[in-house]
C-alpha cells in the first residue's frame, strides 16, 4: 500500500514540473534576468509615453514580458490576476491597482513565462489588449 502512495506522488511531481508556469521578478532583481531589461526599463522611465508589451529571451528559453501603462497611469501599480496557457494561445491578464507612492513615470511589470504557446495576448482585467510595443532590442 504504502508503495501505491509512493508512485503516485512521484506521478504528481512529474505532471506539476509538465505544466507552463508564470512568476513575477522583483524590480531590484531586474539585472538578474538579462541586461537587455536593466536596458528597456531605463528606456521606459525616459520614454513614459510607452505603453504596451516587450518580449525578452532569457535564461533557458524562458521569457519575460514587460507590461507597461504610460504616464497617464503613473498612479496605478499593475499585478498579474491570470495567466493561461493552451497549444493556440497564451493569455497574460493584468490588473491596475492603486500605487501607495508613484515612484515611477511609466509604471510596469516583469512577468516570467516558462514558454509562450501559440499566439500570445495581453489583456488588463476588462479584457482590453496591450499592443506590442516598437521597441528595437
Known amino acids: 500500500m504504502r508503495f501505491r502512495w509512493v ?3 512521484v506521478i504528481m511531481l512529474l505532471l506539476a514540473e509538465c505544466q507552463p508556469s508564470y512568476w513575477v521578478l522583483e524590480k531590484d532583481r531586474i539585472g538578474e534576468g538579462s541586461p537587455d531589461l536593466e536596458i528597456y526599463a531605463n528606456y521606459l522611465q525616459m520614454h513614459d509615453d510607452v505603453k504596451g508589451y516587450q518580449v525578452f529571451t532569457i535564461s533557458e528559453g524562458k521569457k519575460m514580458v514587460v507590461v507597461s501603462l504610460g504616464s497617464s497611469e503613473k498612479d496605478k501599480k499593475l499585478e ?3 495567466v493561461k496557457f493552451s497549444s493556440k494561445e497564451t493569455i497574460v491578464t493584468v490588473e491596475r491597482k492603486p500605487a501607495p507612492t508613484a515612484n515611477e513615470k511609466n509604471p510596469f511589470i516583469l ?3 516558462d514558454k509562450i504557446e501559440g499566439d500570445l495576448i495581453v489583456q488588463d482585467e476588462t479584457g482590453d489588449r496591450f499592443e506590442e510595443t516598437d521597441y528595437q532590442q
Open 80 to 82: 498579474v490576476s491570470d
Open 7 to 9: 508512485w503516485l506522488f
Open 111 to 113: 512577468i516570467g513565462l
